[in-house]
Nanobody, 121 residues
Framework: QVQLVESGGGLVQAGGSLRLSCAASGSIFSINAMGWYRQAPGKQRELIAT????????????NYADSVKGRFTISRDMAKNTVNLQMNSLKPEDTAAYYC??????????WGQGTQVTVSS
């Protein structure tokens, strides 16, 4: 089994930055991609960034939602078994609960417990 733990959320002013981390443990060899999602109150959970994790280096193919492209960067650190989300130029509309998800070679994906990001105007 795979377990995910997010960290790094908090309160920040508009224009500021935060860095989220998602630490994976357990059967990490079965993970082929990681993604960050967010869910604002009253809204559906949306996918904002993904990275493939099948390579043997920190490089992975990335993809971003238009709403965060150019402001957010997803990256992986194999040594720490983490996937990070660097969020710059934050806006009040980025306020949401942020979740990481592991896509596995088989079976349903695994979610972390989420971390709250609040951006004040």
């Amino acid at each position: 089994q795979v377990q995910l733990v997010e960290s790094g959320g908090g309160l920040v002013q508009a224009g500021g930055s935060l860095r989220l981390s998602c630490a994976a443990s357990g059967s990490i060899f079965s993970i082929n991609a990681m993604g960050w999602y967010r869910q604002a109150p009253g809204k559906q959970r949306e996918l904002i960034a993904t990275i493939t994790t099948t390579g043997r280096t920190n490089y992975g193919r990335t993809n971003y939602a238009d709403s965060v492209k150019g402001r957010f960067t997803i990256s992986r650190d194999m040594a720490k078994n983490t996937v990070n989300l660097q969020m710059n130029s934050l806006k009040p509309e980025d306020t949401a609960a942020y979740y990481c998800k592991a896509t596995l070679d088989y079976g349903p994906g695994v979610w972390g417990q989420g971390t709250q990001v609040t951006v004040s105007s």
